[in-house]
């Protein structure tokens, strides 16, 4: 992820409401604002009382956190409880019972406990690192296999490679499909090389990044399944795929195919439809073991960042009726935002940032400080679930403290690191989080975002829910994939997140989805790794032009409904 955002729910608690105090001169500050935090409980919208938190929370965050901090036990977090035999996701949200769960360590392995289900008539699921926060993973009484000791990375056979690929060969590697991020970065380093592009979080497996859509920013740079030439693929029969585009694009030269991995006899199978379809396809055709990777030789990137406002910058976001996005977008390899959602004095604050890649050789300098980190300093926290119970408490206060974190977060000097280090969001990924991203046209982002800021005051004002946290937007190269978000089109994407604990985020989110979402090709669209279960049948197949070439693959590789499961009988395309 690159950012976190949260809806706040307001407690109420009947009975007559105390009155506030009014005594400014209170000798205990922290009763004095103790006493106007009991009052706004009853009273969420009396302003007058909300200023005189705001006003405390800028002269005195100190004693204004002290006053949550003695109420905690109120508003205790729920506790997550989970069997042995369970498998839950990396916050905890989405959870199945398997009737197993295997860690194949072998081709071999992983292809004799797909034959041993199918003699069984048993389902199968693969997963990765668990950080989808949709039902993609899950499966109830199915064989979980979890890839964690398929993570080996090799350079390939560069005498199988076609005439047109032979110069790429140096930076082809087979990578197995359950290698960490964090890994696959650091082994490459130290090769001098790199990832082409990778999202803000690093503790994902490279096999789920890749099947659900994961990005970065660039408008040369497509998703990170892009960067796959090849993908060796388990069927539910036990036959070995390695699927690589058709009309002589593969890298593989046929003549010279071994047509043997690990002892394992592979098919291999050179089809535009079947490559574009298994890109990004949910794992929903099969077990993927491992890829052709490309990478890139070692780089910088140098990240500067200017302080902005939506108003100021939305203006020169607008391309031209010929262009797919605008200049400022196209100047630079990687552009981004942050985004206050909130009008603080009269504008929506902003963060300007534009990352140039640069010689490896460049020298490293300067620090930076994500949004979360400023936003915990803002409001003099350290810990993730007192953030929680703090914003659950004063969610009216987030417009404020967002805008002081943006403005924390624009340095005089540019920073400049390792690729890896830059595009990494941070210490924002261990606090447990929850997303929904939108995928619009880059042609239409201002009225998207302009739409989008509309919904979040609506409901602030109505609802009492804010967001804690900027909007994080970037802009990603169209794909190929037949179900890639970023499918047909340059794009804008729009992350917007919730904090594990904050009960009501998931209904703000299924509101602003429904809001932002029509089911038709020019729609906004959801990324599928950032779905909180709101995707249905009618908007895959209608954002979709090519929903049906992906459906025709996936039936002749799921014929016995072994890779269905609950985001399959959510999306209709399960197979009994």
């Not at 001098?192 to 503790?203: E, H, K, P, R, S």
Request: charged content about 25%.
């Amino acid at each position: 992820m690159s950012s976190l955002l949260c809806c706040l729910p307001v407690r109420r608690k009947p009975g007559d409401s105390p009155s506030p105090t009014d005594n400014d001169s209170d000798p205990d500050p922290i009763q004095f604002i103790t006493n106007i935090l009991s009052h706004l409980e009853q009273d969420p919208n009396d302003k007058s009382s909300q200023k005189k938190i705001e006003d405390q929370l800028q002269a005195q965050p100190n004693a204004v956190f002290s006053a949550l901090k003695q109420e905690a036990n109120r508003l205790p977090l729920p506790e997550v409880h989970t069997a042995d035999k369970d498998w839950v996701n990396s916050v905890g949200e989405q959870r199945c019972t398997p009737l197993k769960k295997v860690k194949p360590q072998t081709l071999r392995e992983l292809v004799s406990i797909i034959n041993d289900a199918r003699a069984n008539k048993q389902r199968v699921r693969a997963v990765g690192s668990g950080h989808a926060f949709s039902d993609v993973a899950r499966t109830d009484n199915a064989v979980l296999v979890d890839l964690v000791l398929l993570n080996d990375i090799d350079a390939i056979d560069a005498t199988t490679v076609r005439s047109h690929a032979r110069d790429l060969a140096p930076r082809l590697l087979q990578v197995q499909a359950g290698v960490m991020l964090r890994t696959l970065k650091t082994e490459l380093d130290q090769r001098g090389l790199a990832l082409v592009n990778m999202g803000g979080y690093d503790g994902q497996k490279l096999g789920g990044t890749l099947s659900t859509g994961t990005h970065g920013s660039g408008i040369t740079f497509g998703p990170m399944a892009s960067q796959a030439r090849a993908i060796v693929l388990v069927s539910e029969m036990g036959v070995v795929y390695q699927i690589e585009p058709g009309g002589g694009k593969g890298v593989t030269d046929p003549e010279k195919f071994s047509g043997v991995i690990q002892g394992v006899s592979v098919v291999l199978k050179q089809d535009d439809d079947w490559f574009w379809a298994a890109q990004v396809a949910m794992g929903c055709l099969g077990v993927i073991y491992g890829y052709i990777f490309e990478v890139a030789d070692a780089f910088v990137v140098k990240e500067q960042r200017r302080s902005t406002t939506w108003e100021e910058i939305k203006q020169e976001l607008v391309p031209a009726k010929w262009q797919p996005v605008a200049p400022i977008v196209a100047a630079v390899d990687h552009f981004e935002l942050v985004l206050n959602p909130y009008t603080r004095w009269f504008r929506n604050a902003c963060v300007k940032i534009e990352r140039t890649r640069l010689p490896n050789d460049t020298p490293v300098s300067g620090e930076r400080q994500d949004w979360l980190e400023a936003l915990l300093q803002q409001v003099a926290i350290q810990k993730a679930p007192d953030l929680v119970a703090f914003l659950i408490k004063i969610p009216f206060i987030s417009p404020l403290v967002i805008d002081q974190a943006i403005m924390t977060l624009v340095y005089d000097e540019p920073y400049i690191d390792k690729s890896f280090n830059v595009f990494s969001l941070g210490s924002a990924n261990e606090i447990k989080g929850m997303a929904l991203e939108l995928h619009c046209d880059a042609k239409q982002c201002v009225p998207t975002i302009d739409k989008l800021l509309g919904v979040f005051q609506e409901q602030a004002l109505r609802y009492m829910w804010y967001m804690a946290g900027p909007l994080g937007i970037r802009f990603v190269a169209p794909s190929d994939a037949f179900l890639a978000p970023q499918s047909g089109r340059m794009t804008c994407t729009i992350e917007l997140a919730m904090l594990v604990g904050l009960k009501t985020g998931k209904d703000l989110a299924k509101h602003v989805k429904e809001r932002m979402c029509t089911p038709d090709t020019s729609s906004v669209r959801v990324h599928w790794g950032l779905d909180m279960d709101f995707i249905t049948a009618a908007d895959v197949r209608g954002w979709y032009a090519d929903f049906d070439k992906w459906h025709d693959v996936y039936k002749r590789l799921n014929t016995t409904g072994m890779f269905s499961n609950k985001f399959t009988d959510r999306v209709g395309i399960s197979i009994n």
